[in-house]
């Protein structure tokens, strides 16, 4: 401790000093630090700042003797490690930190991650999930719930937000991101950096935010996690990047590239990425983390020889901080010791790890985030419940309610519920929620039970899944035991209305999750289909955590609510939704596919030279089995009650290259509830010197109607939304037509247009 006491006493020293002469803002002064910490290191301490290493022992017992977990535990004591993952719990942190920050020679302490993806040990919807809301205080507020959790239980450091945009449902880790839009996705991730690291980062309740993955990965082939990714400059700048630079310019402190290569270079080894775009033309200067073992991964990507020759990619294109290759570690010494890497791109990179450790606070008190009491009373509090109970009903999206069977009355109905997931306590939590307990999730049976007026009548109909099902196993399905079909079919038909809660298992999306069906898994299409024989009357309540393709049931339910995996007040939402003390507002992050086959699917897709079939033959841009056109589209999503919209003002027809656009609108609530809907503005650049998209997202307000009541709704459109990227990365707004949308979804909306001279 003596060792830390000094090296802080000589920085505070010089910052005194300097301060003498010409005083210094914060950042100023975190900068001197810096500096003056980085010429005290030795390159073995460089090193080690730019090494992460995986939770390896129970730090609160005996240290290790033998094997990886010793040699990584020498290492810490050594200096030659600059942060830890997964290690959680006050107690856990102090232990490891401790060792940290009085054992070593300069006393450095820790940043500690963890991936906080959804929540901690109180959990808000999958991100997906939340994306539906299109409420950006409501996800802002779900990120700051679950920085507190994780800040109270020792941790500095998340591993999100997950900002891929991705058009393919067949990928798993759709479930962390926004969805395929990036100009909501952009949205997204500026309110969860905002959530996360707050207005202060040195807040003991923020936690730094990593903007993830950097770049290109929700666009893996096929919809196979960690597959290649090749796409055009047009793509890459205008819908992959845009979420990334949002993020950056929200302050986001930390990014984590890919896995995937792009365009033929591994993501963690890509120079144009890391240092031209990131730390070049935006002006990042927090640091770059590689993701699990992604340096050592560019030699089954055949890009690099040996883990050597990997550090000295990684190195040189901008990767600061290796996460579990143990490539820096064991190479980089001998790489700059040969004349292979200048020292000044370690330099660099330790730079801007320690810059983020003093933003944090970490060296004004390392122990900052180590409080027991803190711990106990921020973790599974009432408001924290509270507010994760108000994000997932915002999640809820009401895909059909064409009989009005919803909402439920309150009283005098006799309602089946079936479903196997009706009464799961874990799988709601969804995946990427490895903080929290098994079985505290609450049942949509539970939370329908609360309501005493009807008579509920629950029947599991079948399992949804047979064996273990815990994050590190591959799920099996039932897919024989049809014992308690008759049971379900017997409530089923004595029943007024019956609610189904089926879906995905919410270990089924996440990653290393990609589907080659978007079908219900197991017994559960036939089990559907079973009890509509015996009664129509079907609310069909969805549990999953990406796009279904669900042809039969879109055909034939009269009523489907999108519930996702809503995490720790699921079955309370779902409750209150479908009895309607909630009216649902949410909208489609993403389309939903008719069949798999048209995976993947989006809205914002360019038009081909053959749309339409002008000339009455075959030979034009379709499928011969099903339409083009999506299940459900993306923006889509019902309430309650009706919204009528009138016609599309502008306030004139030709504008002046950087004149403001008024778009204005009137919306009607012509139904039998009071609600919310979200307006929406879409925008097509008609000729362009690249094509443009037939549509593209640029601008969404939520309005609160009272039934009876107008509101004019009023959108401006700068340069900012009306101009593009070329393949060089340069922004252009060119003159020409304009035609505008205004609506409730992409596919149902109000159309004109302007010129832009």
Partial sequence: MKKTILILSLLSLGTAQAQKSKPMNKKQEIEQKVEALLQKMTLEEKVGQMNQYNGFWDVTGPSPKEGNAALKYEHLRKGLVGSMLTVRGVDEVRAVQKIAVEETRLGIPLIIGFDVIHGYKTLSPIPLAEAASWDMEAIKNSAKVAASEAAASGINWTFGPNVDISRDARWGRVMEGAGEDPFLGSQVAIARVNGFQGEDLSDPLTIAACAKHFAGYGFAEAGLDYNTVDVGNATLFNTILPPFKAANEAGV???????????????????????????????????????????????????????????????????????????????????????????????????????????????????????????????????????????AKKSIVLLKNETQLLPL????????????????????????????????????????????????????????????????????????????FEAAKKAAKEADVVVMVLGEHGFQSGEGRSRTELDLPGLQQELLEEIYKVNPNIVLVLNNGRPLALPWAAENIPTIVEAWHLGTQTGNAVAQVLYGDYNPSGKLP???????????????????????????????????????????????????????????????????????????????????????EVVQLYIRDIAASLSRPVKELKGFEMVTLKKGETKTVT????????????????YLVEPGTFKVFVGTSSDNVQESEFKLK
């Avoid at 009650?641 to 656009?661: H, M, N, R």
């Avoid at 959108?715 to 340069?730: C, I, P, V």
């Fill in 715 to 730: 959108f401006t459109l700068t340069d900012k939304e009306l101009g593009f990227y070329n393949n060089e990365g340069e």
């Fill in 590 to 676: 993403m389309s939903f596919p008719r069949r798999v086959g048209q995976a993947p699917i989006y809205y914002n897709h360019h038009s081909t030279g053959r749309p339409t079939n002008t000339d009455d033959n075959v030979f034009w841009s379709h499928y011969t089995d099903v339409e083009k056109t999506p299940l459900f589209a993306f923006g889509h999503g019902l309430s309650y009650t009706t919204f009528e919209y009138g016609a599309i003002k502008l306030d004139k027809k030709e504008y002046q290259k950087g004149e403001p656009v008024k778009v204005s609108i009137d919306v009607t609530n012509t139904g039998n509830y009071d609600g919310k």
């Fill in 253 to 391: 402190r930390t990014y984590m590239n890919s896995f995937n290569i792009l365009n033929g270079i591994p993501a963690t080894g890509h120079e144009f990425l890391q240092r031209e775009i990131l730390k070049g033309r935006w002006g990042f200067d927090g640091f770059v983390i590689t993701d699990w073992a992604s340096i050592r991964e560019m030699i089954p990507h055949g890009f690099a020889e040996d883990r050597a020759e990997a550090a000295l990619k990684a190195v040189k294109a901008g990767a600061d901080m290796d996460m579990e290759s143990y490539a820096y570690v064991n190479e980089l010494v001998q790489l700059v010791q040969d004349g292979k890497v200048d020292e000044a791109l370690l330099d660099d990179a330790v730079r801007r790890i320690l810059r983020v450790k003093f933003e944090l606070g970490l060296f004004d008190d390392p122990y900052k985030y180590c409080d027991e009491k803190r711990e106990k009373k921020v973790i599974g509090s009432k408001e924290n419940n509270e507010a994760v109970l108000d994000m």
């Fill in 409 to 484: 009355k309150k009283k005098g109905q006799k309602i089946a519920l079936i479903g196997a997931l009706a009464d799961d306590k874990t799988s709601p939590l969804g995946s990427w929620r490895i903080a929290s307990d098994d079985n505290t999730a609450v049942s949509v049976l539970e939370g329908m039970q609360k309501y005493k007026g009807n008579e509920l009548v629950y029947e599991k109909g079948a399992d949804l899944t047979v064996g273990k099902t815990t994050f590190l196993d591959e799920l099996v399905f039932n897919t024989t035991d049809r014992s308690g």
